[in-house]
């Protein structure tokens, strides 16, 4: 059996997935977070005036506590360790 391909479908970006892993893992260590804390990296591309023109999101997702979401004005694969440290110590506790 042959599996379905669909030419319509988004194809990832070259270096974005170990990038989105990379920063996953760095928040992580740098937040000393547990297993069961959910961390969601995306990039968004605004035409809004009052916006950059693309943004990494990193959002801490714990149960029971209102997410943490951090922002850098950069792609996903642009972001460099001290930009994301420096995002992440800006974050409430």
Do not use: W
């Not at 970006?13 to 069961?36: F, W």
């Amino acid at each position: 059996m042959t599996g379905f391909f669909n030419p319509l479908a988004r194809r990832p970006k070259p270096g974005y997935r170990e990038a989105m892993d990379r920063i996953k893992a760095e928040t992580r260590s740098c937040l000393e977070l547990s297993e069961d804390v959910t961390v969601s990296v995306t990039e968004l591309n605004c035409r809004e005036p009052s916006c950059p023109d693309t943004e990494t999101i990193i959002a801490i997702l714990s149960a029971g506590q209102s997410p943490r979401i951090a922002r850098i004005h950069k792609a996903i694969p642009e972001v460099e360790m001290a930009e994301l440290t420096a995002a992440l110590s800006a974050l409430p506790p």
